[in-house]
């Protein structure tokens, strides 16, 4: 973790935005510091993001969010930041004050994210460091990731008093209901094979993933189609999805959406489940690394493509 | 190969087709039940219930009393239907809404008989629950109009040849199928060995039986006391009654008087209790004629019963160990061990029938099961 040592946003605020973080500076060296923010910043000094507990808090989340599907939360996280506001004078400092509360209203928050995908929530990005390092400085690559989170209860505190000059410690806390962090960039994989062959697909995280199928149309699709990921199943017996695209018409897209277990027309989010033979969506979840993904029949078919965020537990 | 759960869950709805069966499935809801409760029972109404978010949208798209409902049970062992019925009703809260689901068989207590029907003499299958659920199904807007009829047998007597048949003056008035068909299972096997019962399939197509003896002996799972989570196993002693009395009309005299049995033996043990009956049906029995003969009989039969009542037996395996319907059914019967305190020897070992089971399961905690026997 070293969201410290880089660039991170929740909603309009940047925090440690003085660092220049292009990836390639070397934010331990003075010399990348972007002097226009370096007296008018958040600087995150710390961010802990432990696992509160793996015990359910289902009924939670529901209260919090209201319409999202259980299956991807597992437990809770809290993200507990803890940092600095750095102003040019007193009115900067009260406005990043009074930013950093909005920010983190959960009233606020809950209207922002109405129309979030995932509904309710809204994400946390940040970078950390990974290999290869490079240059005489050894500058690490960074990932972007990002939690999806709602404010936590009685957070932020930023007390102003007196003699306090130009700078207001501060402390926050998001808590993200799904634990796992996401890739910041959605991969977008475009399935080669649709005549009966496999296609790889590589969820580059190091935790399970629920990926959205969209399929473009052409026409009408055949009667019957089997979906199957052969890395995953039971018994060596991969699960499979059987449906029935034969009422597609051309230039219409689907999205089979494996989180919610729907299938939907993305025009006018028609129900399309009742193209569903046999089988079930909720199966269709990416392992990390390779999956082999095989699709029957493509005809009326311009394009399926997986789109997904690697996880990361 | 690698696989989320060893207990994976599936609920599927489905709209209904034109005979008012399952249709073209409508959604999936893997996803969204939160608590999944179902339970299934031996000559019973089954139900499941399974809550959601307040605000899921797919709440909007039940129709209730209308749509099917499947629970699909996925394991390594195999993917069974646990449960197949319809959609009934929501239950609002401020936060939840819980859903209340019956299988088909419930629906035959919205199945009415006939007014004054009688089925004087009749076989108990083949002329009495064959031709009211022919009745049931065949009715205008039948909810059962789906449902294929397959298997009716007629229970038989304790010979297990004969088919038990009723007395002269049976019959039918304005009852819920339900109740009739649940009754005339149970009195048909309650003075024989026999294990009568009737069902509409979970799986497709669904199918009505009624069966003369439906259970086997299985081996592929046992009830070890020490082996599960949990067990509630309770005495049966104050059900015990060894001296019974009864009346009946004596063929000489034409008088009603007391006919009396006791089980010597169990009398021995736990000294002398008594009670008395009133025998009304003569169900199991084929022995003896006249009446008052297969009375005596009948009351044998009670007395060897209440002498040894059921015991009911709840036990809650270990996850994962016990899989519904894999290659067994309610009916079956399973060995079930009870050791006794000392942990020398046992309180109760032998095999009981299966009678009953319910579930519950969530994504994360996975499932606990409830099996009952007797």
Known sequence: MAPHRHQATWRSLIFNRRYLDNGTANPDNPANLLTAYANSDYYLDSLDISRVSVQDYREMRQFLEGAEPNEAYEGVRALNGVGRIVATDVADLEDKAWALNESMSVAAVRIAAQAADPVGVLPFSFKRDTAPVTGVENIPATKALRFYCRPGPGRPVSIGRVREGLIRPFSFQLIAFDPFAYDEAETQVALVDLADGMNTITNPGNVYTRPRYRITFSGAGAAEVWLQNVTTGMNGTPKALRLNLSTSAAGEVWIIDTARGTIYRLSDGANRYSTRLTGFISDFWLKPGGNAIHWSVGTGITSVRVDFRGAYA | ?374
């Open chain 2, 1 to 374: 190969m690698s696989y989320l759960r060893s207990i994976q869950y599936h609920i599927v709805v489905y709209g209904a087709d034109a005979n008012g069966g399952p249709g073209a499935a409508k959604m999936e809801l893997d996803a969204d039940a939160l608590n999944l409760v179902w339970q299934q029972g031996l000559n019973f109404p089954g139900q499941m219930m399974f809550s959601m978010t307040r605000w899921n949208p797919k709440v909007k798209d039940f129709v209730w009393m209308v749509d099917h409902v499947k629970v699909y049970r996925d394991t390594p062992a195999g993917l069974k239907v646990v449960f197949a019925g319809k959609v009934i009703k929501p239950s609002y809260t401020g936060r939840d809404i819980v859903i209340t689901c019956w299988d088909y068989v419930s629906f035959l207590q919205r199945s009415r008989t006939g007014f004054r029907v009688l089925y004087p003499t009749k076989a108990i299958g083949t002329e009495i629950v064959g031709p009211e659920w022919a009745l049931a199904k065949n009715v205008d807007k039948s909810p059962f109009a789906f449902v294929a009829t397959g298997t009716i047998e007629d229970p038989l007597a304790l010979d297990g040849v004969t088919a038990i048949k009723t007395n002269t003056e049976f019959g039918v008035v304005d009852f819920d199928r339900l109740f009739l068909f649940y009754a005339m299972a149970e009195l048909s096997m309650a003075n024989t060995t026999n294990t009568v019962t009737f069902e509409i399939t979970r799986e497709s197509p669904h199918t009505f039986n009624f069966w003369k003896n439906r259970s086997t002996q299985r081996t592929n799972y046992s009830f070890q006391a020490e082996a599960l989570i949990d067990y509630d196993y309770a005495g049966n002693q104050d059900q015990i009654t060894n001296d019974i009395a009864t009346v009946i009309l004596d063929p000489t005299t034409g008088q009603q008087v007391e006919y009396s049995l006791t089980d010597t033996s169990s009398k021995d043990t736990y000294r002398r209790l008594q009670s008395a009956v009133s025998i009304k049906t003569l169900f199991g029995l084929n022995a003896g004629t006249p009446e008052t003969d297969q009375q005596k009989a009948a009351l044998a039969r009670m007395l060897t019963l209440s002498s040894t009542p059921p015991i009911m037996f709840v036990a809650f395996p270990r996850q994962g160990e016990f899989d519904p319907f894999v290659n067994c059914e309610l009916g079956d019967s399973f060995r079930a061990t009870i050791p006794n305190a000392t942990r020398n020897g046992d309180e109760k070992d032998g095999y009981m029938k299966w009678s009953g089971v319910s579930a519950a399961w969530t994504p994360e905690a996975g499932e606990l099961l409830q099996v009952f026997l007797r």
